[in-house]
């Protein structure tokens, strides 16, 4: 199993910037990629973006130059961090950390980011 602890999100300004941070813990050991997701109102979720264990990221056309994706892997924690910069409104929405794990999915709680006007 692995357990995805989140971090960061809240309200911001449109242009502004939010810093979403989420631990992956138990067994990391075997995590292809990790990333985030979201999940506007009556919307489905969505990809944003994501990184491989090799470092390799990917990213929705509706964030690129916007956000960055990183990680850091440590001994008994992998760490994903979604740097958010530029804020538009129709970022708003619950975001959700994701790890794949031979081919399962694992999710976080989700963090609420909302983005006035």
């Known amino acids: 199993q692995v357990q995805l602890v989140e971090s960061g999100g809240g309200l911001v300004q449109a242009g502004g910037s939010l810093r979403l941070s989420c631990a992956a813990s138990g067994s990391i050991f075997s995590i292809d990629a990790m990333g985030w997701y979201r999940q506007a109102p009556g919307k489905q979720r969505e990809l944003v973006a994501t990184?491989?264990?090799?470092?390799?990221?990917?990213?929705a056309d509706s964030v690129k130059g916007r956000f960055t994706i990183s990680r850091d892997n440590a001994e008994n924690a992998v760490y994903v961090v979604l740097q958010m910069s530029s804020l538009k409104p129709e970022d708003t929405a619950v975001y959700y950390c994701?790890?794949?794990?031979?081919?399962?999915?694992?999710w976080g709680q989700g963090t609420q980011v909302t983005v006035s006007s």
């Open positions: 994701n790890a794949r794990r031979r081919g399962y999915d694992h």
């Open positions: 990184i491989t264990s090799g470092g390799s990221t990917n990213y």
